[in-house]
């Protein structure tokens, strides 16, 4: 669940922290810039782990804060394919159930990898497990907060860098007197998905129901 990865990245200390040590100032500045963050195609990172190696420090003209070369290993959030983890229900839809872990929220089971058969109940806005047993089928609801356990099938990272404005006109300028049309609501993507699906017996429904 958790790895390390090797890192390196160019550190700015600005003036006003050159009294301080310097690998207690690159430690923060690496948390600041890293912690909390998604690199694409690596993972989320947590925490820094240890700095290997430093290079020399330099100033360059016009700024006076010094740069480093850093060499670092950072802690990251990066499941590998067909690890179990453990989470909680955080919402449901007609995408599929949707899964948190406290530190990390986009983690989606679609309908298809849920337990079957299911379906989504649209007055309750939640999923169900058509359990069926000698009494005949019984709904077990995927209510929010219950505990899951889920397999990890894919993962998906999305590109969020910031693109330049479009330069594209208009076709049809509003006219004089004419409100100009309102911008579309842009939904933005998760930089980093992980997909699954229920593992057997993935709810606590099954125990709850024998109880």
């Not at 700024?63 to 067909?82: E, I």
Request: aromatic share 12%; proline share 8%.
């Amino acid at each position: 669940m958790f790895v390390l990865v090797e890192m390196i990245d160019t550190v700015r200390i600005p003036p006003w922290n050159f009294q301080r040590q310097l690998n207690e100032a690159i430690n923060e500045e690496l948390n600041k810039k890293l912690a909390n963050k998604v690199v694409y195609s690596v993972g989320l990172c947590v925490c820094l782990f240890d700095v290997t190696k430093l290079d020399d420090s330099y100033i360059f003209p016009g700024d006076g804060a010094s740069h480093t070369k850093v060499h670092f290993r950072y802690v990251v959030f990066h499941p590998f394919l067909d690890e179990i983890l453990v989470g909680k229900i955080k919402y449901c839809s007609q995408e599929g159930v949707h899964v948190t872990m406290g530190f990390f929220d986009d983690i989606l089971i679609p309908p298809e990898s849920l337990q079957q058969p299911a379906k989504f109940d649209e007055a309750e806005q939640v999923w169900l497990w058509e359990y069926e047993t000698d009494e005949g089928a019984h709904d077990l609801y995927m209510d929010q907060g219950e505990e899951i356990r889920f397999r990890v099938t894919d993962e998906i990272f999305v590109d969020t860098s910031p693109t330049g404005p479009s330069s594209a006109e208009p076709e049809c300028p509003p006219q004089p007197g004419e409100a100009p049309p309102a911008e579309e609501v842009v939904k933005k993507d998760a930089p980093y998905t992980l997909i699954g699906t229920i593992c057997e017996p993935g709810l606590g429904l099954l125990s709850w129901w024998n109880n």
